[in-house]
């Protein structure tokens, strides 16, 4: 398995508050993206990676931020949560470009907003 | 825009026989890849299998095989010999290239139900 750690795994916060969700990886791909998944809406791209200090918004980005810092952190932060961001969230590392490189993702962190 | 179309929201089969799950995919890109996952009810997304949109051979990895069909844009999933571990979410996926940059865009997945 490849070496991706999300923390928390389990978070729950009220609305407005913020939020950071970890995810940490071993294994020194310079790829690193964060999804979300919802019901009825499979896994959308939030934000991704492509090095450090690298990053680019994707289908879902708004109302989140992310940052790397160094190669094996990928930091999501929520800056004031809604209870829309209500999700599972899963960070996924890749090795080379997405068109023949497979994402390999962490075990999730189930985000509640109340 | 690139879509991935999965239209069973759910399959059962029968252990030891063999499955075909959906998946149709829009692109106007010539250079795209296809992707499989399966999703237990633990929670954890592994990856099956890949197919590159230049491939002339359908991927194959054990008892997973890929039906590929760039003409009818479909890549369907072959289960053989389902086990009652297979039962599971699977999510179809493509990559494609937006504004320079390379994205993954998956379909809504399909829930198995392996009986025994």
């Known amino acids: 398995d490849a070496g991706i750690t999300q923390s928390p795994r389990h978070k729950v916060t009220e609305t407005g508050t913020p939020v950071t969700l970890r995810c940490h990886q071993t294994e020194n791909h310079r790829y690193m993206y964060w999804y979300r998944q919802d019901p009825g809406h499979g896994l959308r791209l939030i934000h991704y990676?492509?090095?450090?200090?690298?990053?680019d918004k994707g289908e879902v980005s708004d109302g989140y931020s992310v940052s790397r810092s160094k190669t094996e952190d990928f930091l999501l932060t929520l800056e004031s949560a809604t209870s829309s961001q209500t999700s599972v969230y899963f960070c996924a590392i890749s090795d080379g470009q997405i068109d023949n490189s497979p994402l390999h993702f962490g075990n999730g962190t189930r985000l509640t907003v109340t | 825009a690139q879509k991935i179309t999965q239209t069973q929201p759910g399959m059962f089969v029968q252990e030891k026989e063999a499955v075909t799950l959906d998946c149709t995919y829009d692109t106007s890109d010539p250079s795209y890849g296809l992707f499989w996952y399966k999703q237990p009810s633990s929670g954890e997304m592994i990856f099956l299998i890949y197919?590159?949109?230049?491939?002339?051979q359908n991927a194959t990895e054990g008892r997973y095989s890929l039906n590929f069909q760039k003409a009818r844009k479909s890549a369907n999933l072959v289960i053989s010999a389902s086990q009652l571990g297979d039962s599971a979410m699977y999510f179809c996926?493509?990559?494609?290239?937006?504004?320079?940059?390379?994205?993954?865009?998956f379909g809504k997945g399909t829930k198995l139900t392996v009986n025994p």
């Open positions: 990676s492509y090095g450090v200090k690298d990053t």
């Open positions: 996926a493509m990559s494609y290239t937006q504004g320079g940059s390379e994205k993954l865009v």
């Open positions: 197919q590159g949109s230049y491939d002339q």
